[in-house]
């Protein structure tokens, strides 16, 4: 039996003696099974002696902690075994003392203001109160305090749950919470009547609506018609229990744009299994199906890249024969001749087919870009002449120029064909007339205009502008302006080349371009062409007019298509040189090595050939004859030359299809071009 010690530590409590007094003092049933005497009194103690053994039974096998305390002192007057078990201490450890002068509960009444407040109100709680064990270790628990009589005293019982696995638990839901909460994935929460019951960050991000704005909205806010109904089909399966996996759709934001989106339902049960609404994940993604789209765009380029080269390749030659044996038969029919007029409609049809191909291969990267110091406005004032020609008179036409522009690294003819392209563009936009403006200017681009501009880097720019007073273009065109193929113009108008061979141009020299538009207002490209700070080139140009130039050196003409290899011999030799040919590589070398006469002075070689390519070549040539000069031809050019489509200085180049008289040209002047050391 328990001893009580209330009036150890309060004289004026009296002394317990029996079991009316205290749950803390409770005696055990008597042995003896001889029934008492059957008197009232007799079997009202005994009655109470059972409910108080049943209480004691309760407060030993409770699953809580449990302190019975003095309520005048605080002092402990009994513990359970699940508080000295929880905490460590022996049951003689904490019987007899204060409260608060046990390490373990130092925070639970640490004052006695909080003892006063108990003792006046009768009941204390702490939801969460950290307590410490006798083994120092730190413990959560939930304290609920109350004062009741017991006998003629007052007396507390604190009931002490270990509440650490919960708090635990309570702790991970909240980490869930916010990870939930603050996820850049829109999760919503709704009704199985699709009203809105959570809208977490994310979602305000995404859709554009705070959580105030949508909770207890239906969730029908964000779709168009036809997803709406996709929706509900969806949510049929939802109410059964069923996931549905995530899939792509498409939703309005709040300021009426369509964005499109991958989402996910799961539906959210109780334990029974009965769906109690569902819950939404989805992310935006518009950007990625627009790189998609750029992606498969792409695939789709080099796909036609490789098809224009492999095209051009054949092609080129084809033209080649027919330029050139139409320009050898109109030197023989001399200018008098009325077949004249039908081999200036084959040379005419020849130089169309020339452009288009071009254009493919520029667009497609397979064309050569052979790019020196110019001054942008020197470019312009060459050109205005002939663009003047390229617009009608009922159209005002200015070049403003920029009072000292920089320099820049390009290609001097390529920048003629994007003025070109634009020009033709801007004339077409005003079929009644209006004004067209071409600008240089020097400019200096910064980080943020870098970052808003796709392409653009920060530095220092020299731009061409071309504005025109038009039409203008809507978003959408906008939005497809440069992808190949694609054209406004009426069939058999345009080729859709136009614009991406000019942006393709214009990356190849380091640049990017940018396009302002609105519809009735007109339309501005600017052109921004990296500053360099080096000095024009000035090399002198060879005089392309009167007799064609002769020679009498000797050349090794190395080209596997038959009928070209016949007119390039046939159009040297007419010119005086003695010309051995080949087929290939491999041919070629053999030529070079049993040839017996006069030094072979020049090799003038296709660039890509089954066996032996020209450059494999002439490396093996110049190696073995230092002195030998190397003029490369090709209908396209790919890395073997010419290292992202850009030539090596000192590289000497004809593009085909190429006319005799460029060819005698192009020959003489490699001829008489001193060797580079």
């Known amino acids: 039996m328990n001893t009580p010690l209330c009036q150890e530590y309060s004289p004026a409590y009296p002394r317990v003696v029996n079991t009316k007094d205290s749950v803390a003092s409770l005696p055990s049933l008597p042995d003896d099974p001889t029934p008492r005497p ?39 007057r009994d513990v359970n075994p699940y508080l000295t078990e929880m905490l460590g201490f022996s049951h003689a450890e904490l019987v007899g003392t204060p409260i608060w002068e046990l390490g373990p509960f130092k925070d639970i009444i640490s004052n006695k203001i909080k003892f006063g407040e108990l003792q006046q109100k009768g009941y204390v709680r702490y939801e969460n109160l950290p307590l410490e064990t006798k083994a120092g ?3 959560a628990v939930e304290f609920v305090s109350n004062v009741y009589q017991a006998g003629d005293c007052n007396v507390i019982q604190c009931n002490v749950r270990d509440i650490t696995e919960r708090d635990a638990a309570e702790q991970e839901r909240l980490r869930l919470a916010a990870i939930i909460e603050y996820s850049d994935e829109a999760i919503v929460s709704k009704t199985p009547e699709g009203i809105i019951t959570g809208w977490n960050h994310g979602a305000e991000k995404e859709y554009g609506y705070t959580a105030e704005e949508m909770l207890g909205r239906s969730i029908s806010l964000l779709f168009p018609p036809a997803q709406y109904q996709e929706y509900l089909q969806l949510m049929k399966r939802v109410r059964k229990g069923e996931s549905i996996p995530a899939f792509e759709s498409v939703r309005i934001r709040k300021d009426g744009t369509l964005i499109d989106v991958s989402v996910g339902i799961i539906p959210v049960e109780n334990r029974d299994g009965k ?55 109109a030197t023989k029919l001399g200018t008098e001749s009325p077949l004249q ?24 990267r397979k064309h050569t870009v052979q790019p020196v110091v110019l001054d942008l406005g020197h470019v312009v004032k060459d050109l205005e002449t002939m663009l003047r020609r390229l617009i009608g008179e009922n159209m005002e036409f200015t070049v403003i120029h920029a009072e000292e522009p920089g320099h820049i690294m390009a290609d001097s003819g390529y920048i003629g064909q994007v003025l070109m392209n634009l020009v033709v563009n801007a004339r077409d936009a005003m079929p009644e007339g209006g004004r067209l403006v071409i600008g240089t200017s020097n400019s200096s681009l910064g980080e943020s205009h870098a970052k808003t501009h796709g392409g653009a880097v920060a530095g220092e720019y020299v731009m061409l502008s071309v504005s025109d007073t038009g039409t203008g273009m809507t978003d959408e065109v906008k939005a497809h302006l440069f992808e190949a193929f694609f054209t406004t113009k009426p069939k058999g108008k345009g080729t859709g080349l136009g614009l991406a061979t000019c942006q ?13 538009s609105e519809v009735g207002k007109g339309t501005t490209f600017e052109i921004y062409f990296p500053r360099v700070d080096l000095p024009l080139d000035v090399a002198a140009k060879p005089a392309w007019g009167g ?51 006069s030094p072979i002075c020049l090799v003038v070689t ?32 790919d890395d073997a030359i010419a290292p992202h489509g850009v030539f090596e200085p000192g590289v000497s180049f004809l593009p085909k299809p190429y006319s005799p008289s460029i060819l005698a040209r192009k020959v003489r002047e490699v001829l008489d071009t001193p060797l580079q050391t």
């Open 547 to 597: 007799p064609l130039p002769r020679g009498t050196e000797t050349l090794l003409v190395v080209e596997d298509d038959p009928s070209v290899r016949h007119l390039a011999r046939s159009v040297l030799e007419a010119q005086g040189y003695e010309v051995l040919t080949a087929s290939n590589g491999k041919d070629g070398l053999l030529a070079a090595s049993e040839y017996k006469g």
């Open 137 to 139: 270790h730190r413990i």
């Open 341 to 364: 007029e039908f081999i200036k409609e084959i040379s005419d049809a020849c130089d169309r087919a020339v452009g288009l191909t071009q254009q493919l291969l520029v667009f497609s």
């Open 38 to 76: 059957d008197t009232s009194a007799g079997k009202s103690e005994q009655a109470l002696i059972a409910s108080e053994l049943s209480y004691r039974r309760l407060f030993e096998a409770a699953k809580d902690g449990i302190l019975i305390l003095e309520a005048d002192t605080g002092c402990i």
């Open 504 to 516: 393709t141009i214009i990356q190849q020299s380091g640049g990017h371009i940018d396009v302002c």
């Open 275 to 329: 769906v109690l609404g569902a819950s939404k994940y989805s992310h935006d993604i518009t950007r990625i199906k627009s790189l998609e789209a750029q992606f498969i765009e792409a695939q789709k380029m080099e796909v036609v890249g490789q098809l224009a080269g492999g095209v051009a390749h054949d092609f080129n030659n084809i033209l080649a024969v027919i330029m050139g044996y139409s320009e050898l038969i």
């Open 606 to 637: 296709d660039v890509i050939m089954p066996q032996m390519g020209g450059k494999a070549m002439a490396e093996w040539l110049v190696s073995t004859y230092p002195d030998l000069k190397i003029l490369f031809t090709s209908g396209y050019m």
